[in-house]
T-cell receptor, first 113, second 115 residues
Framework: SQKIEQNSEALNIQEGKTATLTCNYT??????LQWYRQDPGRGPVFLLL?????KEKRKERLKVTFDTTLKQSLFHITASQPADSATYLC????????????FGTGTRLTVIP | EAGVAQSPRYKIIEKRQSVAFWCNPI?????LYWYQQILGQGPKLLIQ????????DSQLPKDRFSAERLKGVDSTLKIQPAKLEDSAVYLC?????????????FGAGSRLTVL
């Protein structure tokens, strides 16, 4: 069965540094890959979406890459701030036309002032 | 634009009791989802509706869970009888369409504790 693994349960970085989160999947590649942010006691909030034929997407301080050869997506937050502290979830949609979203377990990011 | 509304936010019940959660999606969103999120895990899809029809309920434990979306708007998720392992946050989400690059808008969730 398909597995979605995010690099670690928790990641601590110093304010101002770049945070890099990893999402690895097994078997077949998804048609779309999304990243969501989840704060304690709240539902996930959409951040970025990247398609299987795209290599990179950017939005302000956020950047997502998608490597179907490595079966991996990287999520970068540049110039990180304490307000970026949250759990980040990657989510995959496997078939064009379908829209079931399968989530990874998430990585809890803490940005230390 | 109003977000996805869910109630109750918290519920504590004893095992074998029943519970119901309600969700009101964003106006105009045809697709509605219920996800279960156990502590420390990512959300797991339980059921997906397109308007008032079920698209996918393959991971819904149908012996105890049921869901409906009458009139294609609000939805309720029911658990009867509840088990200890049902303790989780139940997230409702909605999206404009049911296909393609679908971005989901989530509610705040309903946290269930089964004692």
């Amino acid at each position: 069965s398909q597995k979605i693994e995010q690099n670690s349960e928790a990641l601590n970085i110093q304010e101002g540094k770049t945070a890099t989160l990893t999402c690895n999947y097994t078997n077949y590649s998804p048609a779309y890959l999304q990243w969501y942010r989840q704060d304690p006691g709240r539902g996930p909030v959409f951040l970025l979406l990247i398609r299987e034929n795209e290599k990179e997407k950017r939005k302000e301080r956020l950047k997502v890459t998608f490597d179907t050869t490595l079966k991996q997506s990287l999520f970068h937050i540049t110039a990180s701030q304490p307000a970026d502290s949250a759990t980040y979830l990657c989510a995959l949609t496997y078939q064009t036309g379908a829209n079931n979203l399968f989530f990874g377990t998430g990585t809890r990011l803490t940005v230390i002032p | 634009e109003a977000g996805v509304a869910q109630s109750p936010r918290y519920k504590i019940i004893e095992k074998r009791q029943s519970v119901a959660f309600w969700c009101n999606p964003i106006s105009g969103h045809a697709t509605l989802y219920w996800y279960q999120q156990i502590l420390g895990q990512g959300p797991k899809l339980l059921i997906q509706f397109q308007n008032n029809g079920v698209v996918d309920d393959s991971q819904l434990p149908k012996d105890r869970f049921s869901a409906e979306r009458l009139k294609g708007v609000d939805s309720t998720l029911k658990i009867q009888p509840a088990k200890l392992e049902d303790s989780a946050v139940y997230l409702c989400a909605s999206s404009l369409a049911g296909t393609g690059a679908n971005v989901l808008t989530f509610g705040a969730g309903s946290r269930l504790t089964v004692l």
